[in-house]
C-alpha cells in the first residue's frame, strides 16, 4: 500500500497516484467491516445490559412483593403478641401506649438475627409465667387479719340483721332477716378470700389451700365469738 495522501495528488506522478487509487476500495471495505463489526458489538452489548436491566427490575419487583408480604406477616404476629401480652398483664400495658407499639431497630451486636427470630423471642417472653413468690410471715399475718376483719364485719351484721328480724313471725320482709344474716356471716370469709387473692396476685405470691382455710376460719371463728358474746 503506497503512502501518498489525497493532498499528494497534485504533485505525484501518474503510477503513484494510480496505485493510491486501487487501493482506496480496499481500505473503505476494511473500514466497513470494521465499522459493522463494532456497531454489531455495541448491539449486542447493549441488547445483553437491556435483558440484565430487565432481570433486575423483575427480581427486585418479585423481592419487594415478598418483602411486603414478610412486613404483613410480621405485623400480624406482631399484632398478636401485643394482644396476648396486654391479655395477660392487663393495664400496665398502657405504659407503652393503648396499641402497638411503633416497630424500632435493634442494636445489633454481631448477630445476624432477622425479625422471626425476635417475635420468638418476645414470645417466649409473653408466654413466660414468673414462679409465685412464697408466702412470707408478713403476708401470712396480713391475709389472717382479713379473716379477722370479715368475722368482725360478720358476726355485727349478723347481730344487727337479727335483731331487726326478731324471734316472732310478722308475715313481712322482716321474716327473712335471720336467714340473711346467716347468709352475710358466711359470705364475708369467703368476701375475705376473694380480697386475699386480689392481693396475693398483686404481690406476685401463691395462695395455698392452707392459706384460704385459715382465711375462712379465722372469719368464721371472730364472727362465732361476736355471736356468742352478744348472745351472752
Known amino acids: 500500500m503506497s503512502d501518498i495522501q489525497p493532498a499528494d495528488f497534485g504533485t505525484a506522478d501518474y503510477r503513484a497516484v494510480l496505485r493510491r487509487l486501487t487501493t482506496l476500495d480496499e481500505e473503505a471495505a476494511d473500514m466497513r467491516a470494521e465499522a459493522e463489526r463494532w456497531h454489531d458489538e455495541r448491539l449486542a452489548a447493549a441488547d445483553q445490559a437491556v435483558r440484565q436491566a430487565d432481570e433486575a427490575v423483575r ?3 418479585e423481592a419487594a412483593t415478598q418483602a411486603q408480604r414478610d412486613l404483613e406477616e410480621v405485623d400480624a404476629r406482631a399484632l398478636g403478641l ?7 398483664v392487663g393495664p400496665v400495658a398502657e ?6 407499639p411503633p416497630p424500632s431497630i435493634p442494636r445489633q451486636r454481631g448477630d445476624e438475627r ?5 417475635l420468638e423471642e418476645v414470645a417466649a417472653k409473653v408466654k413466660y409465667i414468673a414462679p409465685p413468690k412464697p408466702l412470707n410471715v408478713g403476708v ?7 379473716g379477722v376483719v370479715s368475722g368482725l364485719i360478720g ?7 337479727h335483731s331487726i328480724g ?4 310478722t308475715g313481712t320482709w322482716k321474716d327473712a332477716l335471720p336467714v340473711v344474716a346467716l347468709v352475710v356471716l358466711l359470705a364475708c370469709p369467703v ?5 386475699a387473692k386480689k392481693v396475693a396476685d398483686h404481690r406476685q405470691v401463691g395462695l395455698d389451700t392452707s392459706t384460704v382455710v385459715t382465711v375462712l376460719l379465722s372469719g368464721l371463728a371472730v364472727g362465732g365469738l361476736i355471736i356468742a358474746a352478744v348472745g351472752l
Open 59 to 61: 427480581a427486585s419487583a
Open 82 to 88: 401485643w394482644a396476648e401480652y396486654v391479655h395477660k
Open 95 to 100: 405504659r407503652y401506649g393503648r396499641t402497638v
Open 114 to 118: 432477622n425479625a422471626s427470630d425476635y
Open 140 to 146: 401470712k399475718t396480713l391475709f389472717a387479719l382479713f
Open 155 to 161: 358476726g355485727t351484721a349478723f347481730e344487727i340483721l
Open 166 to 169: 326478731g324471734t316472732q313471725q
Open 191 to 195: 368476701l375475705a378470700v376473694v380480697a
